[in-house]
């Protein structure tokens, strides 16, 4: 819940103050911590994402290319190819022979991607990172 609702807030302070002057905005925001993908097959998180229509699809714990994946894959890639959207992987720490990290999808184009190292806690043994997108 704290982790959706910063994501939101960061949505919504990075747009112009001139556009909340005009209309107010409707965002919609999914937020998963999938743990790699292994709760559930790639089919039925498309099912979920296209039944809710979000503007925006946050994810933590994510594979890319590992050897627990089939085919070693882009998993945040292929499902954003599935469902139509934009998306943005970060690197956040190496992992069976391929990458652990976070990832965005969207439902607009992805003009400027920018990630950024959080602050790492003591006796903390993963990298914590964000994402600045803008759309």
């Not at 998963?32 to 979000?54: C, E, H, L, S």
């Not at 503007?55 to 890319?64: H, N, R, T």
């Not at 290319?65 to 954003?80: E, I, N, Q, W, Y």
């Amino acid at each position: 819940m704290k982790k959706t609702f910063l994501l939101a807030l960061a949505i919504i302070m990075a747009m112009p103050f001139s556009s909340w002057a005009k209309k107010p905005i409707r965002v919609t925001v999914l937020c998963y911590n999938i743990q790699t993908g292994k709760r559930a097959d790639m089919d039925t998180y498309v099912d979920f994402i296209k039944k809710y229509n979000p503007d925006f699809v946050a994810f933590q714990e994510l594979d890319y290319m590992t050897k627990r994946l089939p085919r070693h894959s882009d998993f945040v890639g292929d499902l954003a190819e599935k469902t139509g959207m934009y998306s943005a992987y970060e690197a956040l720490m190496p992992y069976s022979d391929g990458q652990y990290g976070i990832g965005l999808m969207s439902k607009y184009p992805l003009e400027k991607v920018r990630a950024f190292t959080l602050p790492e806690f003591k006796d903390s043994y993963e990298r914590r990172g964000a994402l600045n997108v803008v759309v």
